[in-house]
């Protein structure tokens, strides 16, 4: 019964965020749609649209990321009621949710954007703000706030009055300090990103702080930490710490002023290790002009060795092919079980983030 009720409260909050938002048309360029999604996807806002082909609730979540929609609501109507599916809520809230949708069906979605709306394409970025001078001479500060979404993680500055002052962001390498009293700030990190603002400030008309707070903690993939180290004399910095360096996207909101950064998460590292195919041969006591007797794939258990210990053993499908993943280095290549077909002395250099063909040649014994 609590289950239920939970459930009941989930999706009915779910539905109110769904429906209480103006339909926006964002429309698409014709050639990024794809199934199974049919219709104009938003990166932002609520949508009617249509399955393109079967799918799974994950897979049209996955399909309208890939759009650029990171949905936080979907649903459909059964019999005149809404379902909804929550991507990443816990099962009980999904449980009327179709396990299936068949082609054609439409179905309401909320979108955020996702890493697929947005561009990654810059190290640096200057430029004056927008909103014109502010009335006070100083553009005020009212918040700064982290957000975590679908492949990138996002830094928000909010500024009072419409005005977002003139900017300066940059990686650095070189220690920085605190205004005033100099004090070096390393934020946690593997590389660091300087928000400069100018004409800025940090304190309301009474002096007192105008923004929740000087430090952000997020830990998110890509945003570790971001830190005020710098509001004085009409200048704010924030020092964003990053897991690695990598292009940023710039976006300046109205309707409040925002300033606001994204930085896409790490890609995964390719895998390394080494593919191939098997071949055994001859196939014929002698080999006639005419009538060739080429080798033929051979099912066999493979074995990647250095020196006496075995990193990783892998079975040759029926055509002779193979792939198993390898820390980079160089191995010793044998055959495992009968002694035919056998595989002479055998290397394999396994390079960083790829993999190495090996095209091998057993010996049968035939002659």
């Not at 990166?43 to 393109?52: I, K, P, Q, R, W």
């Not at 955020?112 to 927008?130: D, I, Q, R, V």
């Not at 950064?261 to 790490?266: G, K, L, N, T």
């Not at 033929?296 to 002779?320: H, K, N, R, Y």
Request: charged content about 10%.
């Amino acid at each position: 019964m609590l289950s239920s009720l939970r459930a009941l409260s989930f999706a009915a909050i779910a539905l109110a965020l769904l429906v209480a938002l103006p339909l926006v048309a964002h429309p698409r360029p014709a050639e990024a749609q794809q199934p199974p999604v049919v219709g104009d996807v938003p990166s932002e806002g609520v949508a009617f649209l249509l399955v393109g082909a079967d799918a799974s609730p994950t897979s049209l979540a996955t399909a309208l990321a890939d759009l650029g929609c990171a949905a936080t609501t979907i649903g459909v109507t059964q019999a005149g009621t809404w379902s909804l599916y929550v991507p990443g809520a816990p099962a009980f809230v999904n449980d009327a949710f179709p396990g299936s949708l068949v082609a054609s069906t439409p179905f309401a979605v909320r979108c955020t954007p996702s890493a697929a709306a947005l561009s990654f394409n810059l190290l640096e970025a200057t430029g004056t703000g927008s909103g014109g001078p502010p009335p006070a001479g100083l553009a005020m500060l009212t918040d700064a706030r982290t957000g975590g979404h679908t492949g990138f993680d996002r830094f928000v500055v909010e500024f009072a009055e419409g005005v977002i002052p003139g900017y300066d962001i940059r990686y650095v390498t070189t220690p920085q300090f605190t205004c005033g009293a100099g004090f070096e700030v390393t934020p946690p990190g593997n590389a660091w990103l300087s928000v400069k603002l100018e004409p800025a400030r940090i304190n309301d008309d009474l002096g007192q702080l105008s923004i929740p707070s000087r430090t952000l903690d997020p830990n998110l993939p890509a945003l570790i930490a971001a830190e005020e180290i710098c509001g004085f004399e009409g200048q704010v910095i924030w020092l964003l710490g990053l897991d690695e360096q990598q292009p940023f996207q710039l976006t300046l909101l109205a309707d409040p002023a925002r300033l606001v950064i994204d930085i896409p998460h790490a890609a995964p590292a390719a895998a390394s290790g080494a593919s191939g195919i098997a071949l055994a041969g001859p196939q014929c006591p002698v080999e006639i002009q005419g009538q060739p007797c080429p080798d033929e794939p051979v099912d066999v258990s493979l074995a990647f060795s250095q020196g006496t210990t075995t990193v990783a053993t892998v079975q040759t499908a029926s055509d002779g092919a193979f792939s198993v993943d390898l820390p980079a280095g160089t191995y010793n290549v044998t055959t495992t079980g009968p002694q035919l077909p056998s595989l002479g002395p055998t290397q394999v250099t396994v390079p960083s983030g790829a993999h190495a063909w090996l095209e091998l040649h057993l010996d049968t014994g035939i002659r």
